[in-house]
């Protein structure tokens, strides 16, 4: 049995999956953080105590501060006696990579771990081993982000280098857009794990083309594809994922070019001992990288892949930050494609409710039906951030998931509270 140091977590699905998976394989973990009613704030009623609450230890630190928090681990590990570190938030990923090194534990090199989880250094990286992506700049400011513009030519995507969900990640048309998403940029200094942003903005030339994701496994030198999801976009000028579906619904040529690129980008990076989740866009010249997360995927990409395959990345994840060899042999399981569809709010207020949710639950098809509660202040989508629930579907015959699940989440129509008046 194996003692992990669990360092911060997502508060969505990975917050469970991840203690699950520990749990199952009869580890235990000791959870460090630097505020837990962020996490209780965010577990959902009449489902029990809150998954990481089945910690061995759980631990307040300022996990903000990545010296004093290695000097604070040091300590606890001469006590408690940790046999890995693993984290599912991205911003705390290099944290997990400097904490694992220091104490000599498995891990990737803390140094591949920082340029993975910076866009800027991964365009670096990858511009440098010739890992086919989108034309870009690095800018320091919104006045040379207009010169870099010019040379790369409208339109394209602005990017901050250091959020995740796809925040303020929106597309351009012109020099007002730009300006405007500029100066979005720089009205959000901080994250929301109060970690000072990098004052960078990174302007990449518009891929166009589908886009999908290649799940994979680096464990002791070599890299394994568990597979290719597919994922559908939406909400622009902002980059939405409303959906995936594992398999991904492409030739089997296009999901190996995608994959070959995927192992090429992992190799450049230099990451070993990690799950990765890569993103790429399949245009008219071939897979471009979007970018490659060190942490397994998240929006219920995992669940979809353990439907179909049998493969359990979450468990990947545990195995290889102990330094044990994961199970990546699929196995048989009866679904053939899996899919997952995400309802999005179009307009800012409180929730009423959801209607046609007891005709969606009631399908066989449906694996899982998950919505939010009345009362919820939304309001209209700009990020991953703003799901109001999601409808995760099989097919059993062949690559019908999506189809069942779009269809299913056409049925779930939500009403809002009127707004408040206001006395003149």
């Not at 790429?280 to 942490?295: C, F, I, M, S, Y």
């Not at 059993?396 to 269809?407: V, Y």
Request: charged fraction near 20%; proline fraction near 7%; hydrophobic fraction near 40%.
């Amino acid at each position: 049995m194996g003692h992990l140091l669990v360092i911060e977590s997502w508060v969505g699905s990975m917050s469970r999956l991840l203690p699950r998976a520990i749990r199952e394989e009869g580890h235990e973990f000791t959870f460090v953080t630097r505020d837990l009613h962020h996490y209780l704030r965010s577990a959902p009623e009449g489902e029990g105590p809150h998954p990481l609450l089945t910690a061995r230890n759980v631990i307040t630190a300022d996990t903000n501060d990545t010296a004093g928090l290695l000097a604070g681990i040091e300590g606890l590990h001469t006590v408690l006696g940790f046999d890995g570190v693993v984290s599912s938030c991205d911003y705390y990923l290099p944290a997990v990579a400097h904490a694992a090194h220091r104490l000599g534990l498995p891990g990737p090199a803390p140094e591949a771990v920082e340029a993975a989880c910076r866009k800027d250094l991964t365009r670096r990286v990858l511009a440098a081993a010739d890992v086919p992506g989108p034309r870009f700049a690095i800018c320091e400011g919104a006045g040379e982000a207009a010169a870099a513009a010019r040379g790369i030519g409208y339109p394209l995507v602005v990017k901050p280098v250091d959020l995740c969900a796809g925040m303020l990640v929106r597309a351009v048309r012109d020099e007002h857009e730009l300006e405007r998403a500029c100066q979005a940029l720089a009205e959000f200094p901080v994250n929301a794990r109060g970690q000072d942003r990098a004052p960078v903005i990174l302007l990449e030339e518009l891929l166009r083309g589908p886009e999908v994701s290649v799940e994979t496994v680096s464990f002791g030198g070599s890299t394994h594809v568990v597979g290719v999801t597919d994922k559908s976009i939406g909400g622009a000028p902002a980059f939405i994922e409303t959906g995936h579906m594992f398999p991904a619904g492409i030739d089997e040529s296009l999901a190996s070019e995608a994959a070959e690129t995927t192992l090429r980008a992992v190799k450049a990076l230099g990451l070993d001992q990690v799950v990765c989740h890569t993103e790429l866009k399949l245009t008219a010249d071939g897979p471009r990288l979007v970018e490659v997360n060190p942490r397994p995927a998240g929006n219920r990409i995992t669940e979809l892949v353990r439907h179909v395959s049998g493969v359990d990345l979450a468990t990947a994840c545990v195995d290889v930050a102990l330094g044990r060899a994961p199970d990546l042999a699929p196995r048989t399981t009866g679904v053939r494609s899996a899919a997952v569809a995400f309802l999005l709010p179009d307009t800012t207020g409180t929730l009423a409710g959801i209607d046609g949710a007891g005709a969606v639950r009631a399908r066989p098809e449906v694996l899982e039906l998950t919505l939010a509660e009345p009362g919820r202040t939304v309001r209209a989508a700009t990020s991953n951030n703003e799901y109001l629930g999601h409808v995760m579907t099989a097919d059993t015959e062949g690559g019908g998931a999506r189809a069942s699940a779009e269809r299913l989440l056409a049925g779930l129509h939500p009403h809002y509270a009127p707004a408040p008046v206001v006395p003149a």
